[in-house]
């Protein structure tokens, strides 16, 4: 065999075991290609695994959730006053001739409303949200079967934007409860209603923020946000994880000034709820406890003026008489850190804490006073209004030049006090003027605000006032405020 045919010869083996590897790594890489995405795996900390096909999408996991949801439709009747005022015409002499001097101006007008609900026991149990069936004299629930109930409400609680209704059923789909305290952001959820009323509609996000407040949509508020889809119709829906495990009920979206959702959408995460529903179902309302405090957040500004490293915990700005908070001790400026060993972040947080703890209950307080922290022990009373567990207050702002420049104020009369709906016996000194663009401008004192005390110590009259200031020498100023029987703390910059 020549050297051409040994080179033939070899060349053609090397390209035979070329192709066979070839081949061989091919299928191989083929079928790694073909299972790789197959499956997601979700491995949770139990050990667990919930497998969801790439293909079918959260389809196994809707397809049970789907039979819980339910369409909710209510009815209100409202008396209408002076005539219809949608149809202004109707009192118009002219317009009336033609209807006779029979006719009568329809006294009643019928609003509806739909809204979504989640199915929580087999016997008919459904939870919502209460502006759904707010006000209701009828409420009707139509299940994902094409069944039709007549629902009565059990109870209601408006703090939390929450009800419970039950409707005449058995051996119902339910959506388990899951654990909301675990859900974090950036996991998957699923939102489940009936938008616009076109339908039971799933749609899917992520958790976009836990915790949200200060929205002012509700009196308690813990939201969970979400990018998934949430429109009008949604409310009282289902928002679950992957798991399908009910994590929040969709309650409330932004909408930038427009009538649809915008990504932005609030759910009442299922621990709050959970604690509603079997207070409602138990007694048929909602009972909390109650301190007796007013608080307000600690700005920066106010954590150093009290001597703190850091902005965290509730500042006090008012102890209610004979409350429990007094007869525990809690004072004005005292801050608030800890409850039962739960870290408290800031006012919000122990309003919430607090709201969720039964009357009757003692409580172990961890407060900030005179720098160093010390413990109380305080028995929660039944809250007659939620509202009064927390009221908000001026904070500190930015600003230049002495503490009280462009400030102007008066000694407190009895008869001011009484003209700003405060005790006669209220003690201070009443600011009549606030210069604009003045550090206590900026820092949101206002006219008709009553001075109490300035850096903790109390003001009688404008000479006390004067002197506590001339001691201050130009220093930030640390002020108790009253307004309109509110106290709250406000630092005036320097």
């Known amino acids: ?7 033939r010869w070899a060349a053609a083996i090397f390209v035979t075991v070329a192709i066979l590897a070839g081949g061989l790594v091919g299928s191989l890489a083929t079928a790694k290609t073909h ?4 499956m997601f795996v979700n491995t949770h900390p139990s050990g667990s695994a919930t497998g969801i096909s790439f293909e079918d999408g959260f389809a196994n996991v ?6 819980a949801v339910v369409n909710i439709s209510s009815t209100k009747t409202t008396k209408i006053a002076g005539g219809n005022p949608a149809l202004p015409f109707l009192n118009d002499p002219f317009f009336r001739q033609f209807f006779g001097r029979g006719f009568q ?29 707010e006000g209701a004299s009828d409420i009707e629930v139509a299940l994902s079967d094409r069944r039709d109930f007549r629902a009565k409400l059990v109870g209601a609680d408006p703090k939390t934007d929450l009800a419970v209704i039950k409707i005449g059923a058995s051996g119902l789909s339910t959506l388990p409860m899951g654990d909301s305290g675990k859900v974090r952001v950036g996991q998957f959820v699923l939102a489940i209603g009936d938008p616009f009323g076109v339908g039971e509609t799933v749609t899917m996000g992520i ?20 990018d998934a889809a949430v429109n009008p119709g949604n409310s009282g829906g289902a928002l679950m994880n992957v798991d399908g495990e009910l994590v929040g009920i969709n309650t409330a979206i932004l909408t930038g000034g427009g009538n649809g959702n915008a990504g932005v959408g609030f759910a009442i995460p299922v621990s709050m709820a959970r604690n509603v529903m079997e207070q409602i179902r138990k007694s048929g309302k909602v009972t909390r406890g109650y301190l007796g405090v007013g608080v307000q957040p600690l700005t920066p500004d106010l954590a150093t003026a009290f001597g703190l490293k850091e902005n965290k915990g509730a500042l006090i700005a008012q102890v209610e ?45 961890t407060v900030w006073r005179n720098g160093k922290q010390q413990d109380l022990t305080a028995t929660l009373g039944e809250a007659p209004n939620p509202k009064t567990q927390a009221s908000g207050g001026n904070q500190g702002g930015g600003g230049t030049g002495s503490a009280l420049e462009g400030v102007s104020v008066d000694n407190l009369t009895p008869d001011v006090a009484q003209q700003l709906n405060l005790s006669a016996s209220t003690k201070g000194v009443v600011v009549t003027d ?12 206002q006219r008709g605000d009553v001075i109490q005390e300035v850096n ?30 509110n106290s709250s703390f406000v630092v005036i910059p320097r």
């Open 1 to 7: 065999m020549n050297e051409l045919h040994v080179r």
């Open 35 to 38: 299972y790789a995405p197959a």
């Open 62 to 67: 809707v397809s049970k959730a789907l039979p």
């Open 105 to 133: 101006m329809p006294r009643e007008q019928r609003e509806h409303s739909l809204g979504s609900g989640v199915i929580v026991t087999s016997d008919g149990y459904i939870l919502t949200n209460n502006h759904v069936i």
């Open 207 to 226: 958790v976009s923020a836990k915790g949200r407040g200060g929205l002012g949509i509700e009196d308690y508020e813990d939201f969970i946000q979400t």
């Open 321 to 365: 008489p004979d409350s429990p908070a007094a007869k525990a001790g809690l004072q004005k400026g005292d801050v608030i850190q800890q409850v039962n060993g739960q870290a408290v972040d800031d006012a919000r947080a122990l309003t919430l804490l607090i709201s969720q703890m039964s009357p009757g209950s003692a409580v172990k307080l």
């Open 434 to 445: 606030v210069s604009d663009g003045s550090p206590a401008a900026d820092a949101g004192l």
């Open 456 to 485: 903790h110590q109390p003001v009688q009259n404008v000479s006390d006032m004067n002197k506590i200031l001339k001691q201050a020498s130009g220093k930030q100023v640390l002020l108790l405020v009253n307004r309109g029987g």
